[in-house]
């Protein structure tokens, strides 16, 4: 089975300052990875996705994350976080091709003091 | 808005009621979802429907009871439940996996049920 792992629960920053939340997946196999953000009283939202090739994807809002095979993870990186990005996020991976099953970590959240 | 409707949003009932739950979708998907997201744990994948037919089931009590009478509609019957399933209930479709087809899942705004 697969799983997810994000480390940093709650993080709380200032804006401007950059931005980086943890998340490694535990499967063997080929997979797709995915950031989801949940702004308050909001729907689950994505935010990028990895399916195969550059390993530094671009999301929207400023976003990226670079997939590292080596390592299982999938970081979200922001160079410059703004009050507005303060939300909860989500990591999630499935089977490449295979798996109509997403799991998805604990999430993190994120809050921007201004 | 993502295209996948849920109602109600909001939702209170005793442990010896029933109420279902909606979900609806015309995107033109054809896999379907429930997760439960509670607070500080992964969302938990409940049930997966696949045309129709169910083809998850993540040892989900049975007082928990999925319907999928056609590929746009999913519903969430729920009975005789316990104040430890209040949660936040989230449906999400997407097209069925075709090898280098895949793609995310599409989330509706959730049901926030309380059992008292």
């Known amino acids: 089975a697969q799983s997810v792992s994000q480390h940093n629960h709650h993080v709380i920053l200032s804006e401007a300052a950059s931005l980086e939340l943890g998340c490694n997946y535990s499967?063997?196999?080929?997979?797709?990875l995915f950031w989801y953000v949940q702004y308050p009283g909001q729907h689950l939202q994505l935010l990028l996705k990895?399916?195969?090739?550059?390993?530094l994807v671009k999301g929207i809002k400023g976003f990226e994350a670079e997939f590292i095979k080596s390592k299982f993870s999938f970081n979200l990186r922001k160079p410059s976080v703004q009050w507005s990005d303060t939300a909860e996020y989500f990591c999630?991976?499935?089977?490449?091709?295979?798996?109509?099953?997403?799991?998805f970590g604990t999430g993190t959240s994120l809050t921007v003091i201004p | 808005e993502t295209g996948v409707t849920q109602t109600p949003r909001h939702l209170v009932m005793g442990m010896t009621n029933k109420k279902s739950l909606k979900c609806e979708q015309h995107?033109?998907?054809?896999?379907m979802y429930w997760y439960k997201q509670s607070a500080k744990k992964p969302l938990e994948l409940m049930f997966v429907?696949?045309?129709?037919?169910?083809?998850e089931n993540n040892s989900v009590p049975s007082r928990f009871s999925p319907e999928c009478p056609n590929s746009s509609h999913l519903f969430l019957h729920l009975h005789t439940l316990q104040p430890e399933d209040s949660a936040l209930y989230l449906c999400?479709?997407?097209?069925?996996?075709?090898?280098?087809?895949?793609?995310?899942?599409?989330f509706g705004q959730g049901t926030r049920l309380t059992v008292v």
């Open positions: 999400a479709s997407r097209p069925l996996v075709k090898p280098g087809r895949d793609t995310e899942a599409f």
């Open positions: 499967y063997g196999g080929t997979v797709n």
């Open positions: 990895y399916f195969s090739g550059d390993p």
């Open positions: 999630a991976v499935n089977a490449r091709n295979t798996g109509n099953q997403f799991y």
């Open positions: 995107l033109g998907h054809n896999a």
């Open positions: 429907y696949n045309f129709k037919e169910q083809t």
